[in-house]
């Protein structure tokens, strides 16, 4: 099944909702990155939770990036998603390993304390950023307490990461369901006993569950309706042509120097590892464009 992304209401608009499938998204990540299974565990979920926040913005160019700065021998991950279900991400450690904690990948031992910093670029003049300490680390619970607190939003959030023997994803995806201010007790508190009862999102995954099925046991007897379904995948921008921006950026004192010593160089796209080559003959004409751009 295709990596896609559900929304939907509840109760008559008094809950909204969202889930998504990302397995193929969180393979692809995991090969790109050729992570340890603590940090495909981690970097999955944080994508997965990306994905959907960032099919929550209105605009085609808003852009979300939700960051954790941790203490843990993880290092820290960064995750990039835009409205239409493109998302990227990297952790800064993906060879972590650690023994498996009650019988789970230990995702909450691989970050340690931390913060989640989630950034929303939405076009104006300045960003809008949200600090929130981190809770567990285990990424579903931070960012229900990051809704709660920063965006004074009750939500619950599911999110789930199962590998195979091999190492391999085999299911990925979770759902967040939001509680508007205008809630009724009744829905409230049947939303928290269905919440209280369903399986993770790991079981639901495994046992072939859509992201329409996962709302329909999240959401039970509170009449669902979706509203659309867009593709998720991941999805890296880079390009050769904007390396060499990053290249041009660092000066001509620093591209001379590497010119100096003589070396084709390779840059790697932090987002999906991809390499870029750039032999001595490109970095002279990368250094005229910077001395040009400086002349400017």
């Known amino acids: ?5 559900v929304r ?28 340890s299974p603590v940090a495909t565990a981690a970097l999955g979920r944080l994508l997965t939770g990306g994905v959907m926040m960032g099919s ?4 085609q160019q808003d852009m979300l990036t939700l960051q954790i700065k941790c203490g843990g021998p993880i290092g820290g991950l ?10 990227k991400g990297y952790v800064n450690n993906p060879d972590v390993l650690l023994p498996p904690k009650n019988g789970k990948l230990d995702v909450g031992g691989a970050l340690g304390p931390g ?38 939003v009750p939500s619950s959030v599911g999110l789930g990461v199962l590998m195979e023997k091999n190492n391999t994803v085999r299911c990925a995806g979770g ?9 009724e007790d009744e829905v409230l508190n049947r939303l928290e006993e269905n919440i209280k009862k369903i399986r993770s999102v790991t079981a639901m995954l495994d046992n072939g569950h859509t992201p329409e ?48 010593d003589g070396e084709a160089i390779e840059v790697k796209c932090h987002f999906c590892n991809t390499a870029y080559n750039y032999t001595v003959g490109e970095l002279q004409e990368l250094l005229k464009k910077a001395g040009s751009r400086r002349r400017l």
């Open 1 to 5: 099944m295709a990596d896609y992304i």
């Open 8 to 35: 939907a209401t509840a109760a008559n608009t008094q809950l909204r909702a969202f889930a998504v499938i990302t397995t193929e998204l969180v393979e692809t990540a995991r090969q790109h990155h050729n992570t």
């Open 56 to 59: 929550m913005m209105k605009n």
């Open 78 to 87: 960064t995750v990039t998603a835009d409205s239409q279900g493109n998302v």
């Open 115 to 152: 913060f989640l910093n989630v950034i929303k670029d939405m076009g104006l003049r300045e960003p809008y950023s949200g600090q929130t300490i981190l809770q567990t680390g285990e990424i579903a619970e931070d960012l229900t307490y990051y809704f709660a607190t920063s965006e004074q």
């Open 175 to 183: 759902f967040i369901v939001q509680v508007m201010p205008f809630i």
């Open 213 to 260: 099925e996962m709302l329909g046991e999240v959401l039970e007897g509170l009449d669902v309706e979706i509203v659309d379904t867009l593709p998720a995948q991941f999805y890296c921008n880079c390009s050769k042509e904007r390396i060499e921006k990053a290249i041009i950026s660092i000066g001509e004192k620093d591209i001379q120097s590497m010119i100096d």
